[in-house]
């Protein structure tokens, strides 16, 4: 059974707003990370935290994590057009097999 | 330098016959992962492959499908007897460190008809 669950499934905003995208996961894990997919093929890693850390950021990136909730969000800020993809996170626990959500496609309207 | 490599890019094939999908992983990383994506799902853990370990297997879906890794590097996936179902995209990933960041191949495409 996969691990981590995004939210929303889908998500539509114009191009320069904010796009927040939520991650839930079940057990206890290592790390958690996030990956962009374009044309569902190889995805890209954007973003590793552990799960010692609160905090992320990297350019418009910005990874929270709440291991307490068990959850983490992406925030891309200042969205452009080619930020239009799926998003996926990612956790590792104690066996160190990755596993992935089902993602969130996110679309960027002109 | 050379990222991960998958082949073929494409392969339909009729049902019941076998497939064989290639993965060439980056130089020197000690892990590799085949996962499975069916269209607009998330990716579906197959196998993980680290170092001389015994490979965790236990995202194969049937006995019809194995997976090897010879020298440490290339990797293949077999399906025997393809069923409609198979029909996904198989994406392999490797990473250097356990676990880590994955680098991904841009996957291969399997039509059964």
């Known amino acids: 059974s996969q691990q981590g669950e995004e939210d929303p499934q889908a998500l539509s905003i114009q191009e320069g707003e904010n796009a927040t995208m939520n991650c839930s996961y079940k057990?206890?894990?290592?790390?958690l990370q996030w990956y962009r997919q374009n044309s569902g093929r190889g995805l890209v890693h954007l973003i590793l935290?552990?799960?010692?850390?609160r905090e992320k950021h990297s350019g418009r990136l910005r990874v929270t994590l709440d291991t307490s909730k068990k959850s983490s969000s992406l925030l891309i800020t200042a969205s452009r057009a080619a930020d239009t993809a799926s998003y996926f996170c990612?956790?590792?626990?104690?066996?160190?097999?990755?596993?992935f959500g089902k993602g969130t496609r996110l679309h960027i309207l002109p | 330098g050379a990222g991960v490599s998958q082949s073929p890019s494409n392969k339909v094939t009729e049902k019941g016959k076998d497939v064989e999908l290639r993965c060439d992983p980056i130089?020197?990383?000690?892990?590799l992962y085949w996962y499975r994506q069916s269209l607009g799902q998330g990716l579906e853990f197959l196998i993980y492959?680290?170092?001389?370990?015994?490979?965790?297997k236990s995202g194969l879906p049937s006995d019809r499908f194995s997976a090897e890794r010879t020298g440490g590097s290339v990797s293949t996936l077999t399906i025997q007897r393809t069923q409609q179902e198979d029909s996904a995209v198989y994406l392999c990933?490797?990473?250097?460190?356990?676990?880590?960041?994955?680098?991904f191949g841009p996957g291969t495409r399997l039509t059964v008809l």
């Open positions: 990612a956790t590792d626990g104690r066996d160190d097999k990755i596993i």
């Open positions: 935290i552990r799960s010692n850390e």
């Open positions: 492959f680290q170092g001389n370990s015994a490979p965790d």
């Open positions: 057990t206890s894990i290592n790390n």
């Open positions: 130089s020197g990383h000690t892990a």
């Open positions: 990933a490797s990473s250097s460190t356990t676990p880590g960041t994955q680098y």
